[in-house]
């Protein structure tokens, strides 16, 4: 991970509570959980135009493809060796040892089944992107280009009952133990205006924000196609960030030239149905209060 400290570089540490606590929101230093399909890469491509902040794209990949708790199948079915040192806690230990400003986007889903007090990391402030699951859902449809067989529909199912549950595990852990209601922002508020929600989640959680961020050249980022994330398997990455990479500003879609909810729903597959009803209520619960520009107030 670019601009990571290296293990060898920090003091090990283990079994060590989560330190921020109630009305505690340590400025500069953000995390962002996203729910897969949310247009998170794309926020997260706006947040690096700005020089002024470090940035770190989803560094528990790393463990994933890498550590011993991670993809044991997968490294042997592609040759890739393990590393002991790339754990879920030795890299919360070296997010924990970046500067500010500092905002790392990761995702929930990596998380199945990890004691979440041993890899979240600690003096980061917390912040969640989400978006209704009807919208996840015709997302992993596009992305997958899923034909309407029964295996396809599951395992798009799946996919979508994994990514919001898994979030909304994380969310309520940050919310309960740690006594602080995250910061939530909606990808359709994106959406709708990517300025005005960019500058209010960058005054709200302390990192500087610059016009800068929304414009770019297209093409690849290094820093990313660079990274442990990429590295053992580029084209397996490459296909879902095509569409960032080919841009060149966040796309703009006002709430009122957006698809409802409703048309979305009767596109879906019976199977992904199901799956957007049973997980609308975690939704719901993490969009209550969500961040928004003042003049901004939409269902979703």
């Known amino acids: 991970m670019p601009g990571i400290p290296t293990h060898s570089e920090i003091k090990p540490e283990t079994g060590k509570m989560c330190k921020q606590v109630a009305n505690e929101r340590p400025e500069g230093r953000v995390l962002l959980w996203s729910i897969h399909r949310s247009l998170s890469t794309a926020f997260h491509r706006c947040i690096l135009q700005n020089s002024a902040i470090e940035t770190v794209q989803e560094p528990m990949h790393e463990a994933l493809w890498f550590g011993p708790e991670g993809f044991t199948n997968l490294r042997k079915q592609h ?41 979240i990391p600690d003096t980061f402030q917390h912040t969640f992107m989400i978006r209704h699951p009807a919208r ?12 309407e ?27 309960d133990k740690m006594g602080v209601k995250p910061i939530v922002i909606d990808a359709s508020d994106f959406q ?29 980022v290094d820093k990313w196609v660079q990274s442990p994330m990429w590295l053992p398997k580029p084209e397996l990455m490459e ?3 095509k569409a960032v990479f080919a841009s060149c500003e966040p796309i703009c879609t006002p709430h009122g030239q957006q698809d409802t909810i409703e048309s979305i729903m009767e596109t879906l597959p019976d199977a992904l149905k ?23 107030k939409h269902d979703q």
């Not at 500067?99 to 007090?117: A, R």
């Not at 859902?137 to 034909?147: D, E, G, Q, V, W």
């Not at 005054?203 to 924000?209: E, F, I, K, R, S």
């Open 79 to 119: 040759g890739i060796t393990e590393k002991p040192e790339s754990t879920f806690n030795n890299i919360k230990l070296r997010l924990e040892a970046l500067p500010s400003p500092v905002f790392v986007k990761d995702m929930p889903g990596y998380l199945v089944g990890k004691d979440l007090d041993l890899v």
């Open 136 to 147: 996840v859902a015709r997302s992993y449809l596009k992305a997958y280009n899923i034909t």
């Open 149 to 175: 067989t029964d295996t396809a529909e599951a395992d798009a199912a799946g996919g979508v009952s994994w990514t919001i549950s898994q979030t909304y595990r994380v969310y309520q852990h940050i919310k």
């Open 192 to 220: 709708d205006d990517p300025k005005a929600l960019l500058q209010t989640y960058c005054d709200a959680v302390g990192l500087p924000y610059d016009d800068k961020m929304l414009h770019w050249q297209p093409g690849p």
């Open 239 to 241: 296909p879902w960030y």
């Open 274 to 296: 199901v799956v957007v009803k049973e997980q609308e209520a975690a939704y719901y619960d993490m969009a209550e209060g969500r961040l928004m520009p003042s003049y901004t």
